[in-house]
């Protein structure tokens, strides 16, 4: 076998590997996506639309809790003044996501512009682990999981408009099904987050800005705090990981000598 034939080989078996472990990271988003965007198929349905309107929300607008709120937006015939306020509000955390991953997604190349289309709060807490798979394309391996997470939610999607239309269903309370869903990624970024101060400081604005504002709009004004908070205590938080990273450093060479 040649060198060019080698070459070939070796780059097969990288890109058959990163499909594969691709596939085995997102399995654990398509058993929540699945359910999740039939939740939102049957909501659809039970408001009069058709499955094509849930094929074409989950390839374009592909926001899981938006897409739910979309529902309710549609059926009441909402100016899209008050649709663009609504999608920022809700979506305003992908503002962290893409500051987060602005030096990952550098050199993404053509990938790039689909993975910040595709960026979701699960896609996103499985491109921000520190380790990837051995033997894998690196920016072929965020895409593969991007777009294997979304076909995910488009399936759910369809067939949940698909269910609702077949058989009688009790729709009532599967809209809580996101509300669940953002309370166990809560939990799980609160136990793997070396500082709870950002966490901390969500709750904290948010409750004070509830108190002052009703149900409808008290959102608008609690994000627009959370990131003022955020910005502010970024410069703070760094000067503490630095510490400690210096702190572990020194006993580690206390520990060598």
Same mark, same amino acid.
């Given at each position: 076998?040649?060198?060019?034939?080698?070459?070939?080989?070796? *780059?097969?078996?990288?890109?058959?590997?990163?499909?594969?472990?691709?596939?085995?990271?997102?399995? =654990?988003?398509?058993? %929540?996506?699945?359910?999740?965007?039939?939740?939102? %198929?049957?909501?659809?349905?039970?408001?009069?639309?058709?499955? =094509?309107?849930?094929?074409?929300?989950?390839? +374009?607008?592909?926001?899981?809790?938006?897409?739910?709120?979309?529902?309710?937006?549609?059926?009441?015939?909402?100016?899209?003044?008050?649709?663009?306020?609504?999608?920022?509000?809700?979506?305003?955390?992908?503002?962290?996501?893409?500051?987060?991953?602005?030096?990952?997604?550098?050199?993404?190349?053509?990938?790039?512009?689909?993975?910040?289309?595709?960026? +979701?709060?699960?896609?996103?807490?499985?491109?921000?682990?520190?380790?990837?798979?051995? *033997?894998? #394309?690196?920016?072929?391996?965020?895409?593969?999981?991007?777009?294997?997470?979304?076909?995910?939610?488009?399936? %759910?999607?369809?067939?949940?408009?698909?269910?609702?239309?077949?058989?009688?269903?009790?729709?009532?309370?599967? #809209?809580?099904?996101?509300?669940?869903?953002?309370?166990?990624?809560?939990?799980?970024?609160? /136990?793997?987050?070396?500082?709870?101060?950002?966490?901390?400081?969500?709750?904290?604005?948010?409750?004070?800005?509830?108190?002052?504002?009703?149900?409808?709009?008290?959102?608008? =004004?609690?994000?627009?705090?959370? +990131?003022?908070?955020?910005?502010?205590?970024?410069?703070?938080?760094?000067?503490? /990981?630095?510490?400690? /990273?210096?702190? /572990?450093?020194?006993?580690?060479?206390?520990?060598?000598?």
């Amino acid at each position: 076998m040649n060198k060019r034939q080698q070459g070939t080989t070796e *780059n097969n078996s990288i890109q058959k590997n990163t499909i594969k472990q691709a596939f085995i990271s997102s399995l =654990p988003v398509m058993a %929540g996506y699945i359910v999740l965007g039939m939740g939102f %198929g049957i909501l659809l349905q039970d408001k009069g639309y058709t499955w =094509p309107w849930a094929l074409l929300m989950g390839v +374009t607008i592909y926001a899981g809790s938006m897409q739910y709120v979309a529902v309710d937006l549609l059926a009441a015939g909402a100016s899209l003044i008050s649709v663009t306020l609504m999608t920022i509000m809700v979506q305003i955390r992908h503002l962290f996501y893409g500051i987060t991953l602005l030096k990952k997604y550098e050199k993404a190349g053509k990938y790039k512009p689909y993975m910040i289309f595709g960026l +979701t709060d699960e896609t996103f807490s499985l491109v921000s682990r520190p380790e990837l798979p051995e *033997n894998v #394309d690196e920016f072929k391996y965020y895409f593969y999981l991007t777009m294997m997470n979304h076909s995910y939610w488009i399936i %759910g999607d369809v067939l949940g408009v698909i269910l609702g239309s077949s058989f009688a269903f009790n729709s009532r309370g599967v #809209d809580f099904a996101m509300t669940a869903l953002f309370v166990v990624i809560f939990v799980e970024q609160w /136990e793997k987050a070396k500082s709870h101060i950002p966490a901390l400081t969500g709750i904290v604005i948010t409750a004070v800005c509830r108190l002052l504002f009703d149900a409808d709009t008290f959102l608008i =004004p609690s994000m627009i705090g959370i +990131t003022v908070a955020l910005f502010l205590e970024k410069r703070w938080l760094k000067r503490d /990981e630095r510490s400690e /990273e210096l702190s /572990e450093q020194a006993k580690e060479g206390v520990n060598h000598d």
